[in-house]
Each structure stands twice: as structure tokens, then as C-alpha cells.
């Protein structure tokens, strides 16, 4: 089966928040933020942005890294 494009990020934001949920501080909002910021994201693509502007846009640090890695 092939993902598109915000399915693809919707399950690697998913997988990055399930290994964020075993460890200290763990935000148990942050699924739900991740997936709002892909919604956009993909929304940003689909008019034009290229991948690696809009990850830059809505997500920083080591998510926006892992995302930059899994679309290169």
C-alpha cells in the first residue's frame, strides 16, 4: 500500500511520539499537536512549498530533523 504525502507524516509523527512516550517530561498532548502542524504542513506543500521549507516552518529541533531525514 502506498501512503500519500500526510499520511506519511501522520505515521511518522505518530511512531516519534510513541518513543517519546517512555521518557521523563513526556507531553501526552503532543500527538495531537503533531498532527495539527502535519495537517498544515501538508496543506503548505499541496500550494507549492517544497518539503523542507514547510518542516522548517512548523517543526523544530529533533522533530523537524527526523522529518528532514524521512523526506530526503
Known amino acids: 500500500m502506498i501512503m500519500d504525502f500526510h499520511s506519511q507524516l501522520d505515521h511518522y509523527l505518530t511512531q516519534w511520539d510513541i518513543k517519546q ?10 500527538l495531537g499537536i503533531y498532527l495539527e502542524r ?6 503548505d506543500v499541496a500550494q507549492g512549498a517544497t518539503i523542507s521549507d514547510a518542516i522548517d516552518i512548523h517543526f523544530n ?7 528532514h531525514k524521512k523526506f530526503s
Request: charged share 20%; proline share 4%; no cysteine.
Open 21 to 30: 512516550s517512555t521518557k521523563r517530561g513526556y507531553n501526552p498532548f503532543a
Open 38 to 43: 502535519a495537517a498544515d504542513l501538508a496543506n
Open 61 to 67: 529541533d529533533r522533530i523537524a530533523a527526523m522529518l
